[in-house]
T-cell receptor
Framework: DGGITQSPKYLFRKEGQNVTLSCEQNLNHDAMYWYRQDPGQGLRLIYY???????QKGDIAEGYSVSREKKESFPLTVTSAQKNPTAFYLC????????????FGQGTRLTVV | AQSVTQLGSHVSVSEGALVLLRCNYSSSVPPYLFWYVQYPNQGLQLLLKYTSAATLVKGINGFEAEFKKSETSFHLTKPSAHMSDAAEYFC???????????FGKGITLSVRP
């Protein structure tokens, strides 16, 4: 089945540690996105990539990093510089045209203690 | 820059009553508009989308939305609410060729028996 897979579903880390969230898609989509979701704040865009080996900062990129070495994969690293990393993280992918919908993974809930 | 406004964070209706969730957009060029639904601890699922064809768009689970350019609105409706409609609903906008998808803050729909 085609889809987008995020792993793990739940992740716990100690403060000060970097952590990498996985996102893989087999939909052959060019564009991939990372969003952060906090209660009452909707989805805020962290990074997005429209093509392999290229990505752009979203609205809240500070403290995060990404790579896009393969079309299928767009991992997100939450660094120790992110001051409030505990949140629900959603990955999405989309075809290249602006009239196409995004497909979402099931999310990763990160808790930093 | 594109943006979406979803007024109110919570809507409560009785089972069988009309559901109306409001979405207004801001865009300097013709937009593409989307409604998504999210159940707890899950990713987002597309309900429907407007891509400049028909202004009245029908989606899954009995939902529909009407694009009104004069009001810059894309409100979501359902004639008769069901308990299973209780979820969070997000409106999103995309314009131009950069494929960036911008979300509103979301509305939580509660359905009373």
């Amino acid at each position: 089945d085609g889809g987008i897979t995020q792993s793990p579903k739940y992740l716990f880390r100690k403060e000060g540690q970097n952590v990498t969230l996985s996102c893989e898609q087999n939909l052959n989509h060019d564009a991939m996105y990372w969003y952060r979701q906090d209660p009452g704040q909707g989805l805020r865009l962290i990074y997005y990539s429209q093509i392999v080996n290229d990505f752009q900062k979203g609205d809240i990129a500070e403290g995060y990093s990404v790579s896009r070495e393969k079309k299928e994969s767009f991992p997100l690293t939450v660094t120790s510089a992110q001051k409030n990393p505990t949140a629900f993280y959603l990955c999405a992918s989309r075809g290249g045209q602006p009239n196409t919908e995004a497909f979402f993974g099931q999310g990763t809930r990160l808790t930093v203690v | 820059a594109q943006s979406v406004t979803q007024l109110g964070s919570h809507v409560s209706v009785s089972e069988g009553a009309l559901v109306l969730l409001r979405c207004n957009y801001s865009s300097s060029v013709p937009p593409y508009l989307f409604w998504y639904v999210q159940y707890p601890n899950q990713g987002l699922q597309l309900l429907l989308k407007y891509t400049s064809a028909a202004t009245l768009v029908k989606g899954i689970n009995g939902f529909e939305a009407e694009f009104k350019k004069s009001e810059t609105s894309f409100h979501l409706t359902k004639p008769s609410a069901h308990m299973s409609d209780a979820a969070e609903y997000f409106c999103a906008v995309s314009v131009g060729a950069n494929s960036k998808l911008t979300f509103g803050k979301g509305i939580t729909l509660s359905v009373r028996p």
